[in-house]
T-cell receptor
Framework: NAGVTQTPKFQVLKTGQSMTLQCAQDMNHEYMSWYRQDPGMGLRLIHYSVGAGITDQGEVPNGYNVSRSTTEDFPLRLLSAAPSQTSVYFC???????????????FGEGSRLTVL | GESVGLHLPTLSVQEGDNSIINCAYSNSASDYFIWYKQESGKGPQFIIDIRSNMDKRQGQRVTVLLNKTVKHLSLQIAATQPGDSAVYFCAEKEYGNKLVFGAGTILRVKS
């Protein structure tokens, strides 16, 4: 099993550009999520999904869109990149228990994004 | 490597010594706690978890202690090895809500 795979690992954007961070998992997890990690801070939840066709906002959703058309994939879209979105982005997945994510997350290797 | 540790507390220990990493959590309703380890350039990795009906749980070389009275969590690593060098995050969860991560602690192991 590859686990959680993120692409690209590194990306540099100019302000106003758009891009999509890809995330795929092969563990048949229903729950998938995106976090951002900034220096000196813990991981902050951007968006999450409890299954195909279902997405919801996390703690810091502004400036990002997500969709979940399949169980395996959960792309994160930046519509108009801003310097404040410079960060390391992590995709994570987990099982659900009683419809709620278990909290035991499996993370990808991360995507480092720089917005100039 | 990652620059996420610029302003994090740092614990330096000698190889072979025991390490204790502390975490204060904020939500008294949290009933599930997890420790994650993040090595440089990688994503966080699950280490051990504990539910609020327990005050201690042991794994392989790691022990998590939970003190709900003072909302404190600790991770003890026995016989610390160079491979234990990483950033360690505690995370708390209230049932039905999302996992909330702490800022992290850097563990440096001196050989």
């Amino acid at each position: 099993n590859a686990g959680v795979t993120q692409t690209p690992k590194f990306q540099v954007l100019k302000t106003g550009q758009s891009m999509t961070l890809q995330c795929a998992q092969d563990m048949n997890h229903e729950y998938m999520s995106w976090y951002r990690q900034d220096p000196g801070m813990g991981l902050r939840l951007i968006h999450y999904s409890v299954g195909a066709g279902i997405t919801d906002q996390g703690e810091v959703p502004n400036g990002y869109n997500v969709s979940r058309s399949t169980t395996e994939d959960f792309p994160l879209r930046l519509l108009s990149a801003a310097p404040s979105q410079t960060s390391v982005y992590f995709c994570a997945s987990s099982d659900l228990a009683g419809g709620v994510d278990t909290g035991e997350l499996f993370f990808g290797e991360g995507s480092r994004l720089t917005v100039l | 490597g990652e620059s996420v540790g610029l302003h994090l507390p740092t614990l330096s220990v000698q190889e072979g010594d025991n390490s204790i990493i502390n975490c204060a959590y904020s939500n008294s309703a949290s009933d599930y706690f997890i420790w994650y380890k993040q090595e440089s350039g990688k994503g966080p990795q699950f280490i051990i978890d504990i539910r609020s009906n327990m005050d201690k749980r042991q794994g392989q070389r790691v022990t998590v202690l939970l003190n709900k009275t003072v909302k404190h969590l600790s991770l003890q690593i026995a016989a610390t090895q160079p491979g234990d060098s990483a950033v360690y995050f505690c995370a708390e969860k209230e049932y039905g809500n999302k996992l909330v991560f702490g800022a992290g602690t850097i563990l440096r192991v001196k050989s």
